[in-house]
């Protein structure tokens, strides 16, 4: 007799908690897993999340026979898991006859799901990430595995990892003789789908973990940025900054450099073609400008990342470049100002819910002082369960966390370590207004940081890409001024 199998994925809880946990989330990885342990067949598979912060899910899933639930409006979190909960009991309405049922999430919310579900006889897998697991669902379901178990079971030898290391050298050295740390570390996940993850060898850091192979790689370190290279091309003691072509370039320098490409190549022509405009950038910028340690596949590509610095024209195979006309800058600069934010972890939170988080995290600190980023976060969200029209969720919460840390509005001590769910954090400003002032300087931080990017100031399109609304710019101007690391009169800026 066969042992039909149901597999219900939370898309937010699994990959988020892979994703805080250092790990790259492998749906193949859970799917082999179930295959063994049931003996079943899996004949229901749905997964539920909002893609636009997995954009490269979607693909991977419906490859894996996934049905996509897209759950993609401000109550996503919320909506996800009833649909999810919905789907479940209508497997048991419609009489599909499943043996088992797999909850690939470690969300308390799920309880009641999983007593249902055990009431009608049905055997219940639950699979997540440790730190992201309750303790009450681990306990409720008949079986419940950690992600990282799974991981640790396919764990590469000694000689598969040298083999996967020289693979990825091999591919990422081709055409430059250094690359960041951090790409040659993606890139041994991406080749071992994922199985590849070097604190299982016994190592705190991936530098720590290179170490053991200075026969295949060296190290050196630019500023925060750990940079590997082959060990026939060691790097020099001490050497000018002006021949480090290797070195990547700043926001604020590749924007200027477009600017002056483009004006140079363009001359009287209304166009000119994009490698034209390629070779000037590498000319002006003495050979230190490379899109490739921009992370960008193609020159073409690299140059969609700036609407409101240049426009691309296709004709045929060719690719051209132009000036962006003032109404299209003034009509992407908002959304220019979001995509940079994003890019560079500062993602621009609707301010309805942005407000409201701020104000729990410092109501929160004030009658807590010292309290765990995770224990933020989820006394936030479990406060705001049960009104799914807000739809504050967890990704949420962090983003404020990390904008008010980035605003010296709290203190995070987190050790040696960039960013951990188990820092502490604690209040950084007191007086009789903490909210008010901490509301003002998240603002100013997210006009300093457009700046440091090297975009223009436009108060205007930063009120719209702050609160959807221009009538926010005067509010702006003030908070700038105020908490501003740059004023609204420097170069690049705009007063209002």
Request: charged share 25%; hydrophobic share 40%.
């Amino acid at each position: 007799m066969s042992n039909d199998v149901a597999i219900l994925l939370d898309l937010d809880n699994a990959v988020i908690g892979a994703a805080e946990a250092h790990l790259t989330f492998d749906i193949n990885l859970v799917l082999d897993y179930i295959k063994k342990l049931t003996n079943g067949r899996l004949v229901f598979r749905r997964s539920y999340g909002d893609w636009r912060q997995h954009q490269n899910m979607p693909k991977v899933l419906a490859a894996a026979g996934f049905e996509l639930q897209t759950t993609v409006n401000q109550m996503s979190k919320n909506l996800a898991d009833m649909q999810m909960v919905v789907d479940a009991m209508e497997t048991l309405i419609e009489g599909h006859d499943f043996d088992t049922y797999v909850l690939v999430t470690g969300d308390r919310d799920f309880m009641p799901l999983v007593q249902a579900l055990r009431k009608r006889g049905k055997v219940v897998i639950g699979i997540g990430v440790k730190h992201t697991s309750s303790k009450s669902l681990m306990n409720l379901c008949d079986k419940y595995v950690f992600y990282e178990d799974l991981i640790a079971g396919m764990q590469l030898q000694d000689d598969q990892v040298e083999d996967l290391l020289k693979t990825a050298l091999e591919e990422l050295l081709k055409e430059n003789e250094t690359v960041p740390a951090s790409a040659l570390k993606q890139t041994m996940q991406t080749l071992s789908n994922g199985t590849f993850n070097q604190s299982r060898f016994g190592k705190m850091s991936f530098t720590k973990f290179l170490e053991k192979y200075t026969h295949l790689v060296t190290t050196y370190r630019e500023d925060t940025t750990v940079y590997v290279q082959l060990p026939k091309a060691a790097k020099p003691e001490e050497p000018p900054i002006e021949f480090l072509p290797s070195q990547p370039m700043s926001e604020a320098e590749v924007t200027k450099l477009i600017r002056e490409a483009l004006e140079k190549t363009l001359n009287s022509h209304d166009r000119v073609r994009a490698s034209v405009l390629k070779e000037e950038m590498r000319n002006l910028s003495q050979g230190r400008f490379d899109e490739a340690q921009q992370g960008a596949r193609s020159f073409g590509m690299w140059l969609k990342r700036y609407p409101n610095v240049v426009e691309l024209q296709q004709k045929g195979t060719t690719l051209y470049v132009a000036r962006p006309s003032a109404v299209q800058q003034k009509m992407e600069l908002h959304k220019e100002y979001q995509r940079a934010l994003k890019q560079h972890g500062l993602r621009t939170v609707p301010a309805k819910l942005r407000l409201v988080i701020l104000r729990e995290i410092v109501d929160s600190l004030q009658a807590e002082p010292a309290q765990a980023w995770r224990q933020i976060v989820e006394s936030i969200h479990d406060k705001h369960a049960d009104k799914p029209d807000l739809g504050i969720s967890k990704s949420l919460i962090n983003d404020v966390l990390r904008v008010a840390e980035r605003a010296d509005v709290l203190n995070v001590d987190s050790g040696s370590r960039a960013f951990s769910t188990t820092a502490t954090v604690s209040l950084k400003i007191a007086g009789s207004k903490v909210f008010q002032d901490a509301v003002m300087r998240c603002d100013a931080a997210y006009l300093d940081a457009i700046q440091e990017l090297g975009l223009p100031i436009d108060l205007q399109e930063a009120a719209i890409a702050l609160y959807e609304a221009a009538t926010y710019e005067r509010y702006l101007k003030i908070a700038l001024s105020h908490y501003g690391r740059q004023q609204p009169g420097n170069p690049g800026s705009q007063p209002a």
